[in-house]
């Protein structure tokens, strides 16, 4: 069994293999690394294999996030390093994130700065997202969708069932380690320019799917944070409409049925997903 496994899914990334598997083996020679081609139409598999690493290729592109999932089960060593194949993690930063966990963390992520952040929108919306995650878990978190991370590989696998397919594994893993009282930190990482073709995410219609991680957030940690006060807002507005109604028409109106109606049906809902979620991470002795 090795100490060390590192997994890179790649899709495509021919070019950025070629700077950065050479820099891995020459950094951590004894580590396992792994290279999960994920259905790659250029010759990434050959450049992997032609480097002297374990390469895993799925037929078809699967995504992201399968990919680094049929990565940390194929994986034999107690920790597991997850980084881009696309030249932008360095393995000189691997030894901060390891450094980091002797402290006794399971996962330690590399936070990437406002110049690491593939673009103005981009930079925007990962604010937010660590802005709302932090104020859930009432943690600090630096860098919710960062690829770059280590973690002990018996607490990883513990979510794996959780993690998506797509491009969201990280803030899944995240949010599910620290629903589960396992201890993370981060520390802060410079990010090269990506090597090769352009970034894989595409503005609309991964755009659409970053807007899920909103809820993902909370429903992965505490969905009572959040639909306790979208509750609370149709609850006011409910009996602001009825004084208002009342006042003016003296009656109670169809309206203000409905309003009420949705207040207690989104908290209802928030309740049954609190205890879907206390199920979720039900460990079994």
Do not use: C, W
């Given at each position: 069994?090795?100490e060390l496994?590192?997994?890179?899914?790649?899709?495509n990334e021919?070019?950025?293999?070629?700077?950065?598997?050479?820099?891995?083996?020459?950094?951590?020679?004894?580590?396992?690394?792994i290279?999960?081609?994920?259905?790659?139409?250029?010759?990434?598999?050959?450049i992997?294999?032609?480097?002297?690493?374990?390469?895993?290729?799925?037929?078809?592109?699967?995504?992201?996030?399968?990919?680094?999932?049929?990565?940390?089960?194929?994986?034999?060593?107690?920790i597991?390093?997850?980084?881009?194949?696309?030249?932008?993690?360095?393995a000189?930063?691997?030894?901060?994130?390891?450094?980091?966990?002797?402290?006794?963390y399971?996962?330690?992520?590399?936070?990437?700065?406002?110049?690491?952040q593939?673009?103005?929108?981009?930079?925007?919306?990962?604010?937010?997202?660590?802005?709302?995650?932090?104020?859930?878990?009432g943690?600090k978190?630096?860098?919710?969708t960062?690829?770059?991370?280590?973690?002990?590989?018996?607490?990883?696998?513990?979510?794996?069932?959780?993690l998506?397919?797509?491009?969201?594994y990280?803030?899944?893993?995240?949010m599910?380690?620290?629903?589960?009282?396992?201890?993370?930190?981060?520390?802060p990482?410079?990010v090269?320019?990506?090597?090769?073709?352009?970034?894989?995410?595409?503005?609309?219609?991964?755009?659409?799917?970053?807007?899920?991680?909103?809820?993902?957030?909370?429903?992965?940690?505490s969905?009572m944070k959040?639909?306790?006060?979208?509750?609370s807002?149709?609850?006011?507005?409910?009996?602001g409409?009825?004084?208002y109604?009342?006042?003016?028409?003296?009656?109670?109106?169809?309206?203000?049925?409905?309003?009420?109606?949705?207040a207690?049906?989104?908290f209802?809902?928030?309740?049954?997903?609190?205890?879907?979620?206390?199920?979720?991470?039900?460990?079994?002795?």
């Amino acid at each position: 069994m090795h100490e060390l496994s590192i997994i890179l899914p790649a899709k495509n990334e021919a070019e950025g293999l070629r700077r950065t598997l050479p820099a891995l083996r020459a950094a951590y020679p004894h580590a396992e690394i792994i290279v999960v081609n994920d259905g790659s139409t250029d010759n990434t598999g050959e450049i992997a294999g032609q480097l002297g690493v374990n390469v895993l290729t799925n037929p078809y592109s699967m995504g992201n996030g399968a990919a680094i999932k049929r990565g940390a089960r194929a994986a034999t060593g107690k920790i597991l390093i997850f980084m881009d194949a696309d030249g932008q993690h360095s393995a000189d930063h691997i030894a901060q994130l390891l450094s980091k966990m002797e402290e006794g963390y399971d996962m330690v992520v590399g936070a990437r700065d406002s110049d690491g952040q593939a673009s103005f929108h981009r930079g925007l919306a990962n604010a937010f997202y660590n802005k709302l995650a932090s104020h859930m878990t009432g943690h600090k978190i630096s860098d919710l969708t960062s690829g770059f991370r280590a973690a002990r590989a018996e607490r990883f696998r513990e979510f794996l069932h959780l993690l998506p397919n797509g491009f969201s594994y990280p803030t899944t893993s995240t949010m599910a380690f620290f629903r589960s009282a396992y201890p993370v930190a981060y520390v802060p990482i410079p990010v090269a320019k990506r090597v090769g073709n352009g970034s894989h995410i595409r503005p609309i219609k991964d755009g659409l799917r970053f807007l899920l991680i909103i809820f993902k957030i909370a429903t992965l940690y505490s969905p009572m944070k959040l639909f306790t006060p979208v509750a609370s807002l149709f609850l006011a507005t409910a009996l602001g409409y009825y004084g208002y109604t009342y006042t003016t028409q003296h009656r109670f109106t169809n309206m203000s049925t409905l309003l009420f109606s949705a207040a207690v049906i989104i908290f209802l809902i928030g309740l049954i997903s609190e205890q879907i979620t206390n199920l979720t991470y039900r460990r079994d002795a």
